[in-house]
């Protein structure tokens, strides 16, 4: 009997883990000071039940980063969060805030012909089509920027690996 891979779980961070706030964050978040690559100090607010959340996530899914902070993600706010190590997505277009499209090549890229869930503040409808022609089993979770990930989102990823791994 073959083995029946996981499917990839995209993880994005701002608007994702990273709610977009300019005073107070929703309940449950903690600010943090982090150093960026550059040197600077970064007030970022996370909220710890996300990592729980992963890390039950991670049971199954194979969870990946498809961020902007690229490998700044896993060396800042993944330990913050108890993230165990995940493979991280490589642009090859600089981030463009408020345009999916410039992650949408390299994340096709590396998914290939794999069942994939993707979460990420800044789906459109170039996206969307891009799901919809997918072989594969694809699921697409639009966060609201100021408030992230949230339990319904999970339930909603659970049930989605639950089908892909009857499916198999």
Not at 72 to 86: F, H, N, Q, T
Not at 94 to 116: F, I, N, T
């Amino acid at each position: 009997m073959a083995t029946v891979q996981k499917p990839y779980l995209l993880v994005d961070v701002d608007g994702v883990l990273l709610p977009f706030v300019f005073w107070s964050a929703p309940p449950g978040f903690v600010l943090h000071t982090v150093r960026d690559s550059n040197g600077r100090n970064q007030d970022v607010w996370l909220n710890p039940a996300h990592g729980l959340w992963l890390r039950t996530l991670g049971k199954q899914f194979e969870l990946v980063w498809a961020t902007g902070w690229e490998h700044a993600a896993p060396r800042l706010l993944g330990p913050l969060l108890g993230l165990p190590a995940m493979p991280v997505i490589e642009f090859t277009q600089p981030p463009v805030l408020g345009v999916p499209l410039w992650k949408l090549r390299d994340v096709d890229a590396y998914v290939a012909d794999q069942p994939v869930a993707w979460i990420d503040d800044d789906l459109d409808i170039a996206v969307e089509r891009w799901a919809s022609r997918r072989a594969p089993p694809t699921l697409l979770i639009k966060t609201e920027s100021t408030l992230g990930l949230t339990r319904d989102h999970v339930s909603e990823l659970i049930e989605f690996a639950q089908r892909v791994a009857n499916a198999g």
